[in-house]
């Protein structure tokens, strides 16, 4: 099957697109952008602007489709208003069977692992690392540099400054703290009690170690 793409949709000369996916009414494709396979993108998503930085030359002289790769995987869903940026130094990445809910935003140089989960204006700075199955609530705020270890959850509104350790929950504003471990994401998993329970531990000890 070919890619949909719908007639009000904009798609820049060199972006590159797999196979099966569907670009929305109103999507913008630009940059060095590279999609994946059987991606969603409803109205008004916007991937490969460039980075907003103020070290960034934006003129209308700047050739906005020949500036840095951005690559995006496979089976991601990305809602109304999503914004995705080019890097500005290394790379921008997004993993694949990702979803990313409305008005969320990715900055420059982030990487997305697989299977993350974004959250309606969840904010993301420039150069975080969300690895996989990450999970952030509503409106969450990530501040440059941040990363989330693997099954983590950012409760809705916190914020973060720091690096988080995996398999936990964090909440509050300005600066999160850890509430345990994110029991619903890693009962998914398969995880049993035991493990659970031993996960807990080890976070706890951590934690009070920092």
Known sequence: M????????????????????????YCVLSGKTILGDDNVLMSHVS??????????EQTAKTNFDEIGDLV??????FREFVTIHQPYISKTRVGSDCFVMAYAHISHDTIIEDHVTI??????????????????GL?????????????????????????????SKFVGSPSCKRVG????????AGCTPEELHAVDEWGESLTTSL
């Open 2 to 25: 070919s890619n949909v793409i719908h007639p009000t949709a904009i798609v820049g000369p060199n972006v590159k697109l797999g196979k099966n996916n569907y670009i929305g009414p």
């Open 47 to 56: 991937v490969g602007a460039p980075a907003q930085h103020r070290k960034f």
């Open 72 to 77: 995006i995987g496979s089976r991601n869903v």
């Open 119 to 136: 959250s309606n204006s969840a904010q993301i700075g420039g150069h975080c690392v969300l690895m996989s199955y990450v999970t952030l």
């Open 139 to 167: 409106s969450a705020v990530l501040h440059q540099f941040s990363v989330i270890g693997s099954y983590s959850m950012l409760g809705m509104g916190a914020v973060t400054k720091r690096h988080l350790i995996p398999f």
């Open 181 to 188: 471990i994110n029991t619903v994401g890693l009962e998914r």
